[in-house]
């Protein structure tokens, strides 16, 4: 079985696009907290998505920033409001990818070359609405990415098996009517092993399972890392 650092090696061995437009490359990030240490979530409905994106929205034009990222192996409380989440006696509560926090209609380009694996709408309340999976081999290493709460205009221009050069456009960011019910924003996780899923995988893991499941599921950060102006 491969090692996960062999994955984020081969991504920053090889030659990859900017995943979101340059514009907003050229300023730094805003790292936002979704997990339970962060006093300033206290009182805001963090599943309505209307409340979350007045509060992403506000937050970033406080701290004078046009994009956020973050989320990586978060425990995000936040998730127990809600059944689609439950799993057994516990709540999927470990994000397993990043959240790439911009506006609906954000071009994203393809960030290392790949052939789509699947395209799926995952049309249910709180779910990824819809969700490209790219499969890619790069140095003998095969892994795959996902792309979730996309505009739905996204995914009827490709198909399982095209093939995608680095740089390509991919999809844009879906709004709350299409995405899942989400603020709009990009889920954006690798993933090892699908386990048998087709046309999805979850973005979450239950706290015990939290070893298992962010081994699999390596940070995709390393996807436009060499991208980011530092803050």
């Not at 978060?74 to 439950?86: A, G, V």
């Not at 603020?183 to 690798?190: D, E, S």
Request: charged letters at 20%; proline letters at 6%.
């Amino acid at each position: 079985m491969q090692e996960i650092p062999d994955i984020t090696q081969a991504i920053q061995d090889t030659d990859t696009f900017p995943l979101i437009p340059e514009v907003y490359l050229a300023s730094a990030p805003l790292r936002f907290d979704f997990s339970r240490n962060n006093p300033d979530l206290e009182g805001i409905d963090m599943m309505s998505a209307t409340s979350l994106d007045t509060y992403v929205r506000e937050t970033l034009r406080k701290a004078g920033r046009s994009w956020g990222l973050g989320g990586y192996g978060e425990d995000r409380f936040f998730y127990q409001s809600s059944e689609l989440f439950k799993k057994g006696n516990e709540y999927r509560t470990i994000h397993l990818g990043i959240d790439i926090w911009l506006p609906p209609g954000t071009e994203l380009r393809v960030p290392v070359a790949a052939t789509v694996r699947n395209v799926q709408d995952n049309a249910h309340f709180l779910d990824y609405g819809p969700t490209v999976i790219l499969e890619h081999h790069i140095g003998g290493i095969d892994f795959f990415t996902l792309y979730g709460h996309l505009g739905r205009e996204s995914i009827r221009h490709l198909s399982v098996g095209q093939e995608l050069k680095a740089g390509e456009q991919l999809a844009v960011i879906g709004d709350i009517t299409e995405n899942g019910s989400w603020a709009p924003h990009l889920h954006v996780q690798i993933i090892r092993d699908m386990l048998g899923n087709v046309g999805d995988f979850p973005g979450t893991a239950a706290p015990s399972e939290k070893g298992l499941y962010l081994q699999n599921s390596p940070d995709p950060e390393v996807l436009i890392s060499r991208f980011i102006v530092p803050a």
